[in-house]
């Protein structure tokens, strides 16, 4: 328990305490019907052990419950019967060991959400079942604004955290909005049947099952994306295994390639999606005769176009395996096309090449450059630069090829020596006068051929 935890702790659990005062100084507590009182307790200590998922995180259906308390108790007793709740509730994992005891210092800072909507009900004198509708969104929207500025507060003392990535967490609210007009419903019979709130049980059992069943799912889930992953590694060693050059290109395009996806600033499906189709770019090779991809010097017009089935040959192997590698394949395929339509397999251009495709495109040329090949000695970084350079809006995205030359600049520019400064000559096909495809495989292309 750190220093920052213990003094948030203190601080929101201490305001805590003080807002309750507060309420019994603005509404001090009358006569109430305890069983009505028991019964929402009891609900609310079962709605807090049904977590469930959604698609952006987990919640619990404790406002099928609280809006019910509200109604049955006096609004400066609400907080407390809250924090005893919740209490309830942690003690038996507290008791077998799987939570800390200290943890239930938690239980005061988690309960602020039950002290804004008694608040606004205490300052307008007004019991919750004669509250107009009005009020009573008022009360829910106090509730929710209340509860994520002590969250702000909070984690803003523990970990720095900002507004920003607490506003990603506040899809909860609409999750709590939605079932407080289920708990509104059954509140409003509190008064003339105390057990109305046990209306509520079937609907957190429901939920409880879903919930059980998602979990079970997600976790299968998990488990095939790990077997998916297991694989794909596994084909990376066979390709390092196959042959040692194109192993360790495919482990420098990787790092390249997740660094200028991380520019342009993918999110997380791709990146993963790069970085396997980064690391699986040149699995196809597997399949070309060894002697043709450790061949020096040019290509004959037959070798070539053994070479130019890699992409759809990975494309195949991977499309075996299944699950998101089918996705990772189309990566594979399209990684040899051009910018501008002269690329292969399939002639793609522009954005209808996978932009994942369009990285390693860019990355994979210069990683090749920049390193010894079977057929030409390493290019020094301003060569390679230049070639960049000259290719860019035929066979590169400029996108990329921006983001590539920062992450360059950063990782090699600054430490590249004047002995590697040679003189920057950008070749040239004879045949047509294009620029070469800076890529290293079309470098080799026979005479005349389209790179």
């Not at 990772?328 to 994942?356: Q, T």
Request: glycine fraction near 10%; charged fraction near 20%; charge should be negative.
């Amino acid at each position: 328990m750190t220093v920052r935890w213990l003094l948030a702790e203190l601080l929101v659990g201490t305001g805590f305490f003080a807002g309750v005062a507060a309420l019994w100084w603005i509404q001090p507590p009358h006569r109430f019907a305890d069983s009505a009182a028991i019964w929402s307790m009891a609900v609310l200590v079962l709605a807090t052990r049904v977590r469930f998922e959604t698609s952006f995180g987990f919640t619990v259906a404790t406002q099928l419950a609280f809006i019910p308390m509200l109604f049955a108790l006096p609004v400066a007793l609400v907080p407390l019967a809250f924090v005893v709740s919740l209490a309830i509730s942690r003690l038996p994992e507290v008791v077998r060991g799987k939570r800390r005891a200290v943890t239930l210092l938690r239980i005061p800072g988690n309960s602020w959400s039950s002290i804004f909507p008694c608040l606004v009900l205490a300052l307008a004198h007004m019991q919750p079942r004669h509250a107009g509708p009005e009020l009573l969104v008022l009360a829910l929207g106090a509730q929710f604004l209340g509860d994520f500025v002590i969250s702000v507060v909070y984690f803003a003392i523990v970990s720095g955290a900002g507004i920003r990535s607490l506003l990603r967490e506040s899809w909860v609210y609409l999750i709590d909005a939605a079932l407080s007009g289920v708990g509104l419903v059954v509140a409003e019979q509190m008064h003339a049947a105390p057990y109305a709130v046990l209306a509520v049980v079937p609907l957190l059992g429901l939920l409880a099952m879903f919930a059980h069943e998602r979990e079970g799912r997600l976790g299968s889930l998990l488990e095939l994306n790990e077997t998916y992953r297991g694989t794909a590694l596994l084909l990376g060693d066979v390709i390092s295994a196959d042959d040692d050059y194109t192993g360790e290109h495919s482990e420098g395009v990787i790092g390249l390639a997740l660094a200028v996806g991380d520019a342009l600033g993918l999110d997380g499906g791709q990146r993963r999606d790069l970085e396997f189709g980064a690391m699986l770019h040149d699995v196809g090779k597997i399949v070309i005769p060894k002697e043709i991809i450790n061949k020096p010097g040019k290509l004959d017009p037959h070798e070539w176009e053994i070479i130019k089935t890699h992409p759809a040959e990975g494309e195949r192997m991977l499309k075996r395996v299944g699950g998101f590698m089918v996705e990772v394949g189309e990566i594979v395929r399209h990684h040899h096309e051009r910018w501008d339509g002269g690329g292969y397999p399939d002639g793609l251009a522009a954005g209808a090449i996978p932009l994942a495709a369009r990285i390693i495109t860019a990355c994979d040329s210069w990683s090749a450059m920049r390193t010894d090949r079977s057929y030409r000695p390493a290019m020094s970084y301003d060569t390679a630069l230049a070639q960049i350079l000259q290719n860019t809006g035929t066979q590169f995205d400029p996108g990329v090829v921006d983001a590539l030359v920062r992450v360059v600049a950063a990782l090699e520019g600054a430490v590249a020596t004047a002995a590697d400064h040679e003189p920057v000559v950008v070749p040239v096909k004879a045949e047509d006068g294009r620029p070469a495809d800076a890529a290293g495989d079309s470098q080799r292309a026979p005479q005349g051929a389209l790179a």
